[in-house]
């Protein structure tokens, strides 16, 4: 079975039942990243060690019976104008790519909160001003499902890395309809 391309929903069934672990579902996603991802572009910034730990942590809820909610083990991306406390927040641009993180934002506090594993930066269209995942000042993220096409923007590389089953979920940012 390819783990990642399971739902939220159907992972949470399988963690819950001991059929799988967060450990193994990470893993798998990073493996997918790992093979994937250089030609798609959906990832700024892969966080494997810290991802590894989170699911460790999570397998360790789950063994305790002590989940904190449906979100428990599953890897979420998040959309690179986020901030992930130790993780660079370029917003896809040069002027801040040496910028890091000293807090989560609200959305990732809560997503840590509720036991999500986060698997890493995903591209954008330089700081979320774009329609097609193309104006990333460090490179274009592709359209997993014809490669000569756009997926979508600014929050491109958070759809990709959905619909191409890099992570289960992600976050992204709407201000202009990136991501309906």
Do not use: W
């Amino acid at each position: 079975m390819n783990l990642n391309k399971l739902t939220i929903q159907s992972a949470g069934r399988e963690l819950a039942t001991k059929k799988l672990s967060a450990r193994e579902l990470t893993e798998n996603c990073l493996a997918e990243i790992s093979e994937r991802d250089g030609e798609l572009g959906a990832f700024l910034e892969v966080d494997a060690r810290g991802a590894l730990m989170a699911a460790d942590q999570s397998d360790a809820r789950l063994a305790h019976g002590e989940p904190r909610s449906r979100l428990e083990g599953i890897p979420i991306a998040v959309k690179d104008n986020l901030l992930v406390f130790g993780l660079r927040a370029t917003a896809a641009s040069k002027m801040l790519e040496n910028y890091t993180a000293s807090y989560d934002a609200t959305a990732v506090a809560r997503l840590r909160q509720a036991g999500a594993v986060l698997i890493g930066k995903t591209n954008l269209d330089e700081f979320a001003m774009g329609s097609s995942g193309e104006t990333s000042a460090f490179k274009i993220t592709k359209n997993p499902r014809d490669l000569t096409r756009v997926p979508g923007g600014s929050s491109a590389g958070s759809a990709v890395a959905v619909a191409a089953n890099l992570a289960l979920g992600a976050l992204g940012t709407d201000t202009g309809g990136s991501i309906r």
